[in-house]
């Protein structure tokens, strides 16, 4: 009987397969892309634990177990880029995540749709600014031969190199990140706001509620769910911090605030003598704090708000 129900319900399945295969298709080149492009060179994980030989090849080369892992916490270069990471992540967070909710709820209340459509294209243009070019604008407004001093020059004040300046470096991130992505990434919130009742705000308006209020209590409950399932992610991202804003923008100057791991492992596998076991190792350590991270945030918001990556 059991095999009965098991045989039925691999035929339930097969024909909901068939039935939504034209969906399955419009997956595919997306499966094929994973497959190729991150499951296939998989196997260069190997090369964490091994002394990397070009001649031998991943496989060929001499097993060294954790000796690249432990090599992480006796590197100071590679310490401080895990606390500039940790630094610079935590406040993006703090600074960086709100922003895009703020932003969203401002545009949607906003009753001209000319106006609302005008402000979200201003807003979401700088997104497809690569990180590059404004890293050029910067330096000609900001870096000592920049508008900025050459003005402050010609009022008799000192120059100040704003973008090799230690105390500057980290403020100027989050504030040209905040301007790049924060209308980009407000575009999902705004989506969410959609899908929430009308009726819920005509009866607010109807018992008293201010615009500020039903923003509160209807608009921002109501994308809550989009809320916490985007800072899961995060902070399962936290070890991350910005690789392309980062390479851009930083200098010899600021090199102590502004190495994070990213750059580091870049630095380690092309600008030296490269080891592509430890650079190998710094990676999957750092893909295993991401992952922890991501299970705690998961974990922890699952218990507060009911609400998580799985439901």
């Not at 068939?18 to 892309?33: F, H, N, S, T, V």
């Not at 106006?115 to 979401?124: A, E, R």
């Not at 990434?185 to 819920?200: K, Q």
Request: charged residues 10%; contains cysteine.
């Amino acid at each position: 009987m059991m095999t009965g129900t098991l045989k039925t319900r691999q035929m339930s399945l097969g024909n909901r397969i068939w039935q939504a295969r034209y969906l399955y298709l419009l997956l595919l080149p997306g499966l094929i892309w994973f497959v190729i492009w991150c499951y296939i060179p998989m196997d260069g994980v190997l090369l964490a634990f091994k002394k990397y030989n070009a001649k031998l090849g991943v496989f060929g080369s001499q097993w060294v177990g954790m000796t690249n892992f432990r090599r992480i916490f006796i590197t100071p270069a590679a310490i401080q880029a895990i606390k500039n990471t940790l630094q610079i992540s935590l406040t993006r967070l703090m600074v960086e995540f709100p922003v895009p909710i703020i932003l969203a709820l401002f545009v949607n209340e906003i009753r001209g749709r000319r106006t609302k459509k005008i402000l979200q294209t201003v807003f979401t243009f700088p997104h497809f600014l690569s990180w590059v070019v404004v890293s050029l604008i910067l330096s000609n407004f900001l870096s000592a031969s920049g508008l900025i001093n050459t003005v402050l020059e010609s009022f008799g004040f000192q120059k100040v190199n704003i973008l090799a300046t230690v105390s500057f470096f980290r403020p100027l991130l989050y504030m040209t990140s905040n301007w790049k992505e924060a209308g980009w990434s407000s575009i999902i919130y705004l989506a969410a706001i959609t899908s929430i009742d009308p009726a819920l705000y005509e009866a607010a308006q109807i018992d008293g509620a201010s615009r500020f209020q039903q923003a509160l209590y209807i608009t921002l409950t109501g994308i809550r769910e989009t809320i916490v399932l985007l800072l899961i992610l995060a902070v399962g991202g936290m070890m991350n911090a910005g690789f392309d804003q980062i390479f851009n923008m930083q200098n010899g100057g600021v090199k102590q605030v502004s190495q994070i791991i990213d750059t580091y492992v870049y630095e380690i596998t092309f600008q030296a003598a490269p080891n592509y076991g430890f650079s190998a190792a710094v990676g999957i350590f750092k893909s295993g704090i991401n992952l922890i991270l991501m299970l705690a945030a998961n974990f922890v918001a699952k218990r507060i708000s009911g609400t998580g990556l799985f439901g």
